[in-house]
């Protein structure tokens, strides 16, 4: 997660930018820079690598200036370098961008008919000649932003700083968390509460669609139509805290909500979106000469493997062998030599996996690993890692986690068509812009938060649930009925819809609730005779589908949450939402622990 710092300040910020940049590198990334405006003149430092590059850079060659913008940068659009590192110049603005500007290749072309000239290869750099052009043309700094702004399709945060105005830092927020910190005679933006801690411990988060006009005087938030809006102004705990819960009442809560951006990061680590393809990375064996993948993981990792098996048989007809990995290494699989292994872990140290790991160590095949901790023991005894940019999860009940592993897994997809020859050029340019979406469509269904919670209040007075689904939903009702187990100690389970009249549907009654995970795909009608057969027996049935299903299931339903259309490629990231928020909703109404349930430990070290 990239990470990002602005200061209207009374003393020289560059080293106040530089270290509450180093308060964000528990976010992860690979370049770092800084812009101040100081006595009319607009300057930057940036540099590859750690932050220490940095501040060598301005040991070198100083910044002054009361006003600046720090960034630090995860490789999105364009490879880890000075170039590509913000903050972004054009014209009289500078720019900081976390996220992800989907329309931006459409913009750059507009821009370059008529004239502008890009130094980089990032989307930022778009924003800030947008910014630009307006300015050129009349409008105040402050309508500039707006008009951009409104121009912008993606999940973003910006910080924006303009030559001629030394008092001014316009920011904004479209899906990344973005705070404001409340001075004496000073302004903050950040992030998060972390990184503005040795400032203020005064602080407003803002919400999606906000943009805040910051001054040493003060703030104005505006919304998407341009009114003023109030938001709360509060006291955070930042400075005592690694990570701070932010204007969440759980860890749980703010990593559900993270998840826009760390998508983002985590896709563009393994898709080029300039392009249309996936990027170049490296693998330990070759997607073309294998025959077999073993895909081996614990609990919600699990389920994210499954479901990659249905992407990979499907899209790159490689077959997958998916075991959980307690079974995995005790059941001595056979594996030839031209089969390759994949374990899944958000800690890289899970005891089971490692094990298993172990075993295909010793079978002599060759070994990737999907973590989230590049550090961790299954990262350095695999031959390939596919890291996670999940950021630390606090939470015992995996969210972000999950739906970054599904982003690598999709991006893995891909890469074995690709070599495997079972998708054109044109098709992989169709997906990949399918996935550059999804962080749209997750900020989207973030805002279906009230309609779920409505559903959890059903679901707090009841001790059994069923969830159902098809194809790749089915092991999202899976993790469905494991998140409520794990969060609110409600008896749940997760059923393939086909199954139901194979046994599960003698537990229908007019007491049972049953969750129906469906979006209008090519099985949705089978899925809707499944929904009857519980209708017929009384059973309350909570439909989670986009608008065309909603109008097309011509049943009654207890609720029906309705979620973007989405491309059935990218659904399965974006329907993990609706079930993550809903066991969470649950546990908070039933006044169990969301962060810490009962018995459960965040990583299994031992078997």
């Keep these: 997660m990239c990470g990002i710092v602005g200061i209207v300040g009374q003393a020289p910020v560059a080293p106040l930018i530089v270290d509450a940049l180093k308060r964000l590198e528990y976010r992860g990334y690979d370049s770092a820079g800084v812009a101040t405006l100081d006595n009319g003149t607009l300057d930057r430092r940036r540099a590859e690598g750690k932050l220490v590059n940095l501040e060598k850079r301005l040991g070198e060659e100083p910044l002054g200036g009361l006003i600046g913008i720090g960034h630090t940068r995860w490789a999105t659009h364009g ?57 050129k043309n009349g409008a105040s700094p402050q309508e500039a932003s707006f008009a951009t702004l409104k121009q912008l399709r ?16 316009i920011g904004a927020r479209n899906g990344p968390p973005l705070a404001v910190g409340h001075g004496d005679g000073e302004m903050y933006l950040g992030s998060d509460a972390i990184a503005l801690a040795p400032f203020t411990d005064s602080i407003t988060y803002l919400e999606d669609g906000d943009w805040v006009v910051l001054r040493r005087s003060g703030m104005e938030i505006f919304d998407m139509s341009g009114q003023p809006v109030e938001r709360v102004r509060q006291q955070s705990s930042g400075a005592s805290q690694m990570v701070d819960k932010g204007n969440y009442r759980h860890f749980m809560e703010k990593e559900i909500h993270e998840q826009p951006e760390v998508i983002s990061h985590t896709l563009a680590r393994y898709l080029d979106f300039a392009q249309g393809t996936v990027a170049n990375f ?28 249905y992407w990979l048989e499907r899209y790159a007809r490689l077959p997958v062998d998916i075991d959980i990995a307690s079974e995995f290494r005790y059941r001595e699989m056979p594996l030839p030599e031209n089969s390759a292994a994949l374990f899944i872990s958000q800690s890289g140290e899970t005891a089971d996996t490692l094990a298993s790991l172990r075993y295909c160590r010793g079978e002599g095949i060759p070994i990737a690993a999907i973590v989230n901790v590049r550090e961790s023991t299954m990262a350095r005894e695999s031959d390939g890692i596919f890291p996670t940019l999940a ?94 187990k794990e969060l609110s100690y409600i008896h749940a389970e997760g059923y393939a819809a086909g199954e139901l009249k194979h046994g599960p549907i003698a537990l229908i009654d007019e ?24 209708a017929a027996r009384g059973g309350r049935i909570v439909l989670i589908t986009d608008e065309k299903g909603a109008k097309n299931a011509t049943l009654d339903t207890l609720e029906t949450i309705v979620l973007p259309d989405v491309p059935e490629f990218v ?37």
């Design 79 to 135: 490879v880890p370098n000075e170039a590509n590192a913000h903050p972004h110049f054009a014209g009289d603005v500078a720019v900081v961008h976390n996220g992800i500007i989907e329309n931006f290749a459409e913009l750059r072309d507009q821009l370059r008919v008529e004239g502008a000239d890009f130094a980089s290869q990032t989307d930022t750099e778009v924003v800030a000649h947008l910014i630009a052009r307006a300015l």
């Design 154 to 169: 993606g999940a973003f945060a910006l910080a924006i700083m303009f030559r001629g105005d030394e008092n001014l830092i």
């Design 282 to 309: 490296d693998l330990p064996f070759d997607f073309a000469k294998i025959e077999r993948l073993a895909i081996s993981a614990c609990g919600t990792a699990y389920l994210a493997g499954l479901i990659g098996k």
């Design 391 to 484: 950021g630390p999860e606090i939470g015992v009940a995996s969210t972000k986690a999950f739906t970054c592993q599904l982003s690598v897994l999709a991006a893995l997809t891909l890469k074995a068509a690709r070599a495997r020859g079972t998708i054109t050029p044109d098709e992989e340019k169709a997906f990949v812009r399918q996935l550059a979406e999804a962080p749209r469509y997750v900020s989207q269904a973030l805002k279906l938060s009230d309609g779920i919670e409505k559903v959890a209040r059903e679901l707090s007075h009841v001790r059994h649930v069923l969830y159902l689904g098809r194809d790749t939903n089915y092991p999202l009702a899976l993790e469905g009925a494991l998140k409520l």
């Design 511 to 534: 007491q049972m609730p049953v969750i129906v995970i469906a979006p209008h795909d090519r099985i949705f009608e089978k899925t809707v005779s499944n929904m009857q057969e519980v």
């Design 571 to 607: 659904a399965p990231i974006v329907y993990a939402l609706p079930i993550q928020m809903l066991a969470y909703h649950t546990a908070v109404l039933m006044g169990t622990d969301a962060d810490q349930p009962r018995n459960l430990a965040k990583s299994v070290t031992v078997e």
